[in-house]
């Protein structure tokens, strides 16, 4: 019995430190207050703008640092050969475009949805381009800041055709299956309770899992961002034996996100997205963005780097949009060649057409 | 600093030992004291560097403007669990999904640790059983159970047990509101009338202290201590004119309703937990039995005794000895190991907690270090405990004086 003192003081001791320490409303520590930081630490309050930002560490090292997720088709998945395919994948792909003049110079790092936000604060990755919404809590508590939206998207539920069912409030008392650690989890709760319903959820980490206890019968529905299930029913035995409901129970803004506290970083991230939406506004895409640069339309111009210098005021190359567009495309480009209509997705622009068009792709002005 | 400081205290000790003779030196040169003293310098500095550890952690959360603090515990969690044995709704705070997360870590433990002492006895005295083919079947069961890693077990439980059993609609069903089916085991409830439980739990205490009358006043065995023990619940059931009811479980719509639902991700846990560590238990037993010295068997037999008297009353009682200490590590594990439940879906600490609270709130420090506190007060709980009995079992010398 005595040789267990040790580790119960141990863990004793430090247990009340750690409470005292985090306390609500505790100082930390009486000489450290966050106002009274010496002038030292107050510039290393977000280390990497000290250090020349994250663009400078991501040039340094050659290649850019992206989270995705473990292999959702059409967002980001690894084709047959390995190489990583999607929009959440061509989003990094056009960064490393811009900043290096590469789109090839990406490293992916797969993440679950539980691990995704650990590896950005951890700085493990220098974006996470994942499915992931944009929320007040994650853009808040979380440390993280969202530069836009990549894909408008919204929760659905999938079940199977003969369980003779055509619309979310007819699963009273189902069993739901489902990814742990998602708005998914939380946006279920609240429909099933808004709705007086009762229901049972089944929480995995991996989408695989989820995957295969649905196939299981483990669950009567499988709930996610609806790409998510579009995506996912091709990877069941029988594809056509499952049917998506079509109420859309929340909204889902899926969109990169990075550490909070360096803004030129999150700028970068922002206007590559916006310069992909542009160049499809202005009619700008891989295959004639050469010829373009002769256009005679100044907003054109100025995309293509002709006129004027917005590159630089980004810290990138002159050339970043040229870059982007050219070995990558414009968003439409991206949108039809990972989730459109001629990919085993089929999905239809809907709201993510452009605003001209009905949708809510809008760039801000690049000028 | 700390490391200069230090060494000019030792410094300063020693030169005071060296130089004087008055008490302080002395005391100095005492290895007891000095002893004590070191040990005292030594637990300044973890209990510094582990201070400078929390705070550096809260200052760089800051910095990363993360949120610190454990004020989240009071926020609504916002999620459904599908197993709990306490009120919970997703309308209930992260503290209630934290007790959530415990309860159900301790439940599977509790019942793993449980069945696998008994899996272990069983196989473990199989194993040295003079029927071959039993021997030869434990023998199976022992190595291959040990060599499969336990997260596949895990994974062949789950979907082993999800694939063979029926859906609901077909159920299987011995008859009396138990039913089997792909959503878990559903048995009835028993409702007691309002204020019947309590004396219920009175009658049935009574009964132990009956039962232990019995045998040890009166000597009296087997079915005769049952009968006597069954009277005190059975009078009070009759006084009160049989105040329960049962609560069955039925199907309505989607799903059972009433009664008692154990669902299949917990049956798997427990199934997989109980069945590897019964077989590391298996192998504990057996070499405690065979370390018990021939002589006392041959002895035993030599008086007559039949061989289950003298497993129970013989051998067993000396291989305890050497069973319990490896015992208790297989506890542990058992313990440690019920957080894989993460990955077939039942909603254990790990899950609950370390997992969907973490990735709600992202507080990664607080929620992992409550995470880890609660398994060490678990391990340590049960290491006491455990070595509170094996000091219990201990040869105790006769005294000879
Ligand atoms: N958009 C939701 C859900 C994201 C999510 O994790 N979806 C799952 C199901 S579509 C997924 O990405 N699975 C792929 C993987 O496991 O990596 C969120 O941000 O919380």
Redesign the interface.
Known sequence: ?RN?AP??I??I???A???Y??????P??PA?D?QDLSKAEQE????EAARGGTLRVVRDRGELLCGVSQGLPGFSNPDDKGDWRGIDVDVCRAMAAAIFGDASKVRFRALS??ER??AL?AGEIDVLSRNTTWTL??D????LDFAGVTYYDGQSFMVRRDLGVSSVLA?????ICAN???TT??N???YF?TNGL????????KTD?VI??YD???C?AYTTDASGLYAERLKLKNPDEHIILPEVISKEPLGPAV???DDRWADIVRWTLYAMIEAEELGVNSANAQEMKKSDNPAIRRLLGVENSYGQNLGLRGDWAFQIITQVGNYGEIFERNVGKNTPLGIPRGLNALWTKGGLMYAMPVR | MIKSWLSSVIGLSSAIGLSGDNALARSFQDPRIRGWLMQAAVLLLVALGIFELVQNTVLNLQKANIASGFGFLENPAGFAINFSLIEYSAQSDFLRAFFVGVLNTLLVAVLGIVLATLIGFSVGIARLSPNWLVARLAGLFIETLRNIPLLLQLFFWYFVVLQLLPSQAESLTPGGGIFLNNRGLFVPRILWEAGTFAPFCAALFASLVLAFFARKKFALEGWKVLAIAALPPLLLLLVLGWPLSLDMPVLEGFGFQGGISLIPEFIALLLALSIYTGAFVAENVRSGVQAVPKGQVEAAKALGLPSGLIMRKIILPQAMRVIVPPLTSQYLNLTKNSSLAVAIAYPDLVLVFANTALSQVGQAVEIIAMTMVVYLLISLGTSLFMNWYNARLALKERGVA
């Open positions: 019995m267990q580790a119960l141990f863990g001791v430090f247990g430190l750690l409470v320490l985090f306390l609500p409303g505790a930390s520590g450290r966050a290393n309050l977000a280390p949805a539980k936000f650990t604060q809590t994650r808040t508590v979380l440390g699963l009273d008392r189902a069993t742990t650690g998602t989890e939380l279920a709760a609240d309770r009762e229901f049972e959820m089944v929480v995995f980490e899992e295969a206890a299981a019968g483990r009567e550490r909070q506290g």
